[in-house]
């Protein structure tokens, strides 16, 4: 059955936020709503998940404000955890998504953490996929994860972030090499990874800073690790077994959410698209017997 999708824009904060939505809800089912990551990764990335569309399912994307189809406005005041907390009420709002399922990956999971403490009405689900809870645990097993490279690598990275300095050709082979092990092993990306990964928007900058390994921005401190019991959401945790979001940063937040759920699969970072028909089985596997359980 051929895919129909329609495309639009949501008023926010004097500016506009990007969406798709794809297939269409069976009797019994609803919407899955994703969250990309970054932050300022825009949605392309996640668009192998529009095959869940084929099980009878809704899937919504939309582009953050700050990136991809959305407004781009150069505003560093503007970005902000809690601004990407409030989008999502205003798109669930605009979009008719009373009743919803929610996936973030990346930055997207730890955003939908965030949002699920406050314990907003109508989310069905949630699947956390390759996200931390501390941004400080974050950054130790990237440093561990470094030190498995080559030394002359590792010290290729160390040294950037030590000078600021990422134009040297050691440090962009030490970098795709950590890339490769640990974020996608597929070579080359499909394009609609690479779309991601070549237009990060001002957020990620801003929030994050200039490397993957040192946090200077606004998320500098963060963590949710504290609050993550009293998330009363139905939870699916994914990761792979190489990911950059390591089993014991997977394994923080198993312990601390109520009832949650684990699925470990063999991939990095990205395994919803090196593993993208696993994945979206066991995704939608869950979304339906949450939903059998409202009955």
């Known amino acids: 059955m051929a895919r129909t999708s329609t495309e639009g824009k949501v008023p926010f904060k004097g500016h506009s936020t990007w969406y798709r939505r794809t297939g269409k809800c069976e ?28 099980f009878g399912r809704e899937v919504i994307f939309y582009d953050q404000l700050g990136c991809g189809n959305s407004t781009i406005p150069s505003n560093p005041d503007l970005w902000s955890a809690k601004l ?19 996936l973030g990956q990346s930055w997207g999971g730890m955003l939908l953490m965030q949002y699920a403490i406050s314990r907003p009405k109508g989310i069905i689900s949630m699947v956390v996929a390759s996200s931390p ?54 070579d080359p990306y499909p394009d609609f990874v690479s779309a991601s990964f070549d237009n990060m928007g001002e957020p990620y900058y ?17 963590d949710v690790t504290g609050d993550l019991h009293k998330i ?21 937040i198993y312990d601390r959410i109520p009832d949650c759920e684990w699925a470990l699969i063999m991939g990095t970072h990205l395994v919803h698209v090196e593993q993208r028909d696993e994945y ?3 995704v939608e596997e869950f979304l339906s017997r949450k939903e059998k359980e409202l009955s």
């Open 27 to 54: 009797p019994g089912k609803y919407p899955l709503l994703l969250l990309h990551g970054g932050p300022g990764a825009c949605h392309n990335y996640l668009e192998s998940m529009e095959d869940i569309a084929d």
């Open 84 to 102: 990407f907390e409030e989008e999502i009420d205003v798109m669930r709002k605009a979009l008719g998504l009373e009743k919803v399922h929610i």
């Open 133 to 186: 809870a501390s941004m400080d645990l974050w950054l130790s097993e990237a440093n561990r994860l470094i030190d498995w490279l080559p030394p002359e690598m590792a010290g290729a990275l160390k040294k950037a972030d030590a000078s600021g300095d990422y134009t040297s050709p050691d440090y962009k082979a030490a970098y795709a090499e950590y890339y490769r092990r640990h974020v996608c092993n597929l």
């Open 206 to 222: 801003v929030m994050q800073g200039n490397s993957e390994f040192v946090v200077t921005g606004k998320l500098k401190g963060w």
């Open 232 to 252: 009363t959401i139905p939870t699916l945790l994914t990761s792979g077994v190489m990911d950059e979001a390591t089993p014991l940063i997977v394994k923080t």
């Open 280 to 282: 979206n089985r066991i």
